[in-house]
T-cell receptor
Framework: GIQVEQSPPDLILQEGANSTLRCNFS?????LQWFHQNPWGQLINLFY???GTKQNGRLSATTVATERYSLLYISSSQTTDSGVYFC?????????????FGQGTTLQVKP | DGGITQSPKYLFRKEGQNVTLSCEQN?????MYWYRQDPGQGLRLIYY???????QKGDIAEGYSVSREKKESFPLTVTSAQKNPTAFYLC??????????????FGPGTRLTVT
């Protein structure tokens, strides 16, 4: 099945710094989503981005489907950005909606 | 408000007991999903359903059962056959795959502890 790898596994930033999180996937995808899991466990939808570029405030994402990777950019980070960021994909061969999750990037933003 | 609700938030059970986790959505989504998350890990799919009275096994269905009698509801039963039931359980819903914008939305989760 499709493999999803996220890097880096852990990231510590000072407030105000910028960061880039990466998601590599092993096959073509129908669906790619980025989530932020807050300290209470809630998964917050950040982007639905199987291809192209999107921006939402201080966050933006780019997926290069032909090269099988996606990037999540966080600018001017805030302490509330702390948590775990997940990339999840659905392979092109499936039509089930089944998402395969990466292991996540744990971000800590220090004041 | 539209959204996905899960109850209870925390659940404690003794080993050998079955337990049912509730998931309800009012987003008019056809598809619903159950995932399991273990500490420090990503989510893994347990079961999913695209239509009432039909559901499919995911990657880790052993020891779990589901029902889909109503479009809005997709309860998960963790049976005594599940060897390591202690985990964080998340329910999700979406429009059907193939439709535009079928991104999945997640409920707040249920933390199950079995001792």
């Amino acid at each position: 099945g499709i493999q999803v790898e996220q890097s880096p596994p852990d990231l510590i930033l000072q407030e105000g710094a910028n960061s880039t999180l990466r998601c590599n996937f092993s096959d073509s995808v129908n669906n790619l989503q980025w989530f932020h899991q807050n300290p209470w466990g809630q998964l917050i939808n950040l982007f639905y981005i199987p291809s192209g570029t999107k921006q939402n405030g201080r966050l933006s994402a780019t997926t290069v489907a032909t090269e099988r990777y996606s990037l999540l950019y966080i600018s001017s980070s805030q302490t509330t950005d702390s948590g775990v960021y997940f990339c999840a994909v659905e392979g092109l061969s499936g039509n089930t909606g089944k998402l395969i999750f990466g292991q996540g990037t744990t971000l800590q933003v220090k004041p | 408000d539209g959204g996905i609700t899960q109850s209870p938030k925390y659940l404690f059970r003794k080993e050998g007991q079955n337990v049912t986790l509730s998931c309800e959505q009012n987003l008019n989504h056809d598809a619903m999903y159950w995932y399991r998350q273990d500490p420090g890990q990503g989510l893994r799919l347990i079961y999913y359903s695209q239509i009432v009275n039909d559901f499919q096994k995911g990657d880790i269905a052993e020891g779990y059962s589901v029902s889909r009698e109503k479009k809005e509801s997709f309860p998960l039963t963790v049976t005594s056959a599940q060897k390591n039931p202690t985990a964080f359980y998340l329910c999700a819903s979406s429009f059907l795959p193939g439709q535009r914008f079928y991104e999945q939305y997640f409920g707040p989760g249920t933390r199950l502890t079995v001792t």
